[in-house]
């Protein structure tokens, strides 16, 4: 990020004090309204949803109603800075949902790191939000985290993982038509094990035993770590990792991530930067499709890409064409999950959701194969999309 930006952005945050507040639709400006907003009228509604719980989506904003929780442990590129440094990011993805969206979204930035406290916190803010989305949460306790909270009667949602993984896969699938090569053929590589890259690896090779629509998996997938190829010969992989191999890397591969490259059809990068060389690029397929995600440096400069070969590139970058931004699935996941009063968000409606993405560009080309981020139609046509799906 350039010091233009760092310095905006400073000056912005101090000037307003944060980037969200309170309102309220209702003016009180006499003893009426008072009575009628607060006591002896409100006794009304409350005693109604106590008798009836379900008509909290009817008076008040439940319905609507987004809690962003973040403990601080993995917060952009920056790291375990805290809870209160996380404020700032937690208090944008909130404004993001109510600009895009329409949905309220406040952020609960809590003085925990431990699992469980996690856990027993969410469900105990569950009756006042309509739904909970997850936020920089370091692996592998996201993993268990959202797992558990998956039974609390609203949607909860690691954006980490799933938003990325869905807007990866509606990428993937225009990429694909292309380059003329079905999913079904294409071996993937993905560098990077936290939360990105295993849901991207679980969505692309639909691995849910709960799934009941159609999916078009890819042919294979090689995870790779710091340390090389994830494989059945390792001895340091976590629970996490060492599940992975039960539907990735099936010929057991072992090496580097520039063994694992070769031949590949895909790379998709969700580690960190400059890790790919161009040489790796040269020796995968013929017009290989590189997701350097990475932020700010790409796992591989989209320049250096194209000069080896690649055909489409892709980044989590802006001033790059085929952003890969979160934005473009969580205020229409949250939305179309919210209006159908979805208990949780399943991998049904994530497929519905990469797949609206796609449809969006109905004749992508290796410069266009997402939509942009502030695309006017994508929250209505993933939210729609959602909605069937729950």
């Known amino acids: 990020m350039s010091h233009s930006y760092q310095d905006k952005a400073r000056a912005l945050h101090k000037k307003y004090q944060g980037k969200i507040e309170l309102t309220s639709p209702i003016t009180v400006s006499s003893i009426e ?4 907003v607060y006591s002896p009228g409100v006794a009304a509604p409350a005693q109604d949803i106590a008798d009836h719980p379900h008509m909290v989506y009817d008076y008040t904003l439940k319905g609507r109603t987004i809690a962003v929780v973040s403990d601080g442990s993995a917060v952009l590129g920056l790291g375990n800075i805290g809870p209160e440094a996380a404020l700032p990011v937690m208090e944008g993805k909130a404004m993001l949902f109510k600009q895009c969206a329409g949905l309220d979204a406040f952020p609960l930035c809590i003085n925990t790191q431990d699992t469980e406290e996690i856990i027993t916190f969410v469900k105990q803010i569950a009756p006042t939000f309509g739904g909970v989305n997850l936020e920089d949460i370091s692996a592998p306790r996201c993993f268990e985290i959202e797992e558990r909270l998956q039974d609390i009667g609203i949607p909860v949602f690691h954006d980490d993982q799933h938003g990325t993984a869905i807007v990866t896969l509606a990428g993937l699938i225009n990429a694909s038509k292309v380059v003329g090569i079905p999913l079904s053929e294409m071996n993937v590589v993905i560098q990077g094990v936290g939360a990105a890259g295993v849901a991207i690896a679980k969505l692309l090779l639909c691995h849910d035993q709960s799934f009941d629509g159609v999916c078009h998996p890819v042919k294979s997938i090689i995870m790779c770590d710091r340390q090389g190829i ?20 099936t010929e057991n591969k072992t090496g580097t991530l520039a063994d694992a490259l070769q031949g590949a059809h895909v790379f998709i990068g969700v580690s960190q930067g400059n890790t790919v060389t161009e040489d790796m690029v040269r020796s995968m397929a013929d017009n290989p499709i590189i997701f350097a995600m990475a932020n700010p440096t790409p796992e591989i400069a989209p320049e250096l890409a194209h ?22 699935a969580f205020p229409g996941v949250f939305k179309g999950a919210l209006s159908a009063q979805a208990t949780r968000i399943t991998t049904k ?22 939509p942009k981020p502030l695309d006017p139609r994508v929250v209505d046509a993933v939210a729609q999309a959602v909605h069937l799906a729950a």
Request: glycine share 4%; proline share 4%.
């Open 33 to 36: 309204d008072l009575a009628t």
């Open 349 to 370: 409606m994530k497929y519905a959701a990469a797949y609206a993405l796609a449809d969006l560009v109905p004749e992508p080309s290796a410069t266009s194969i997402l």
């Open 230 to 249: 994830v494989h059945r010969g390792r001895t340091d992989l976590n629970s996490m990792k060492a599940s992975l191999l039960e539907y990735t890397n």
């Open 307 to 328: 000069q080896a070969g690649a055909a489409i590139v892709s980044t989590g970058r802006s001033d790059y064409p085929n952003q890969v931004n979160n934005i473009l």
